[in-house]
């Protein structure tokens, strides 16, 4: 099995794109896939269905530091119907009842400071994102994690 690191977030929107520095950040890995979304949708939980870890990469409003969650295994929390894709919890609990995903699932959150249109992110979000990528070494990369 295989571990998928997804990063969400629009560039276009300053610190929104912070993930996709993580990405950039982090050194190839074998038996690591990574990729770069603007938002989450459904086919993303076919995607993930075959990993034994999945992180969701993702920008945050909220300041404090940078910290990886795991998801819980149970059904997601209730939405708002207006809203216009998926969070990670719910594209995980398609992958476990479409696709039979057995695998770990995190979120890491990457906070930033201006998330106003315009490209290049802020120093806190630059920082922010740094540290993201140690955490996900950490995570990911260490002996104990294999």
Do not use: W
Request: overall charge negative; aromatic content about 4%.
């Amino acid at each position: 099995m295989k571990t998928i690191i997804l990063a969400i977030g629009n560039s276009l929107r300053r610190d929104d794109g912070a993930a996709h520095r993580v990405l950039e950040l982090l050194e190839s890995q074998s038996g690591v896939f990574t990729r770069s979304l603007l938002q989450l949708a459904p086919e993303q939980s076919e995607e993930i269905a075959p990993a034994r870890i999945v992180v969701f990469v993702d920008a945050d409003i909220e300041p404090g530091p940078p910290r990886i969650e795991r998801l819980p295994r149970g059904d997601p929390p209730p939405r708002s119907p207006l809203a216009h894709s998926l969070r990670p919890a719910e594209v995980v609990a398609l992958a476990r009842s479409l696709f039979h995903f057995t695998g770990q699932a995190y979120v890491c959150r990457v906070p930033g400071a201006d998330f106003s249109e315009g490209e290049g992110l802020s120093g806190t979000a630059s920082r922010n994102a740094i540290r993201a990528a140690e955490l996900l070494r950490d995570l990911l990369y260490t002996p104990e994690s294999r």
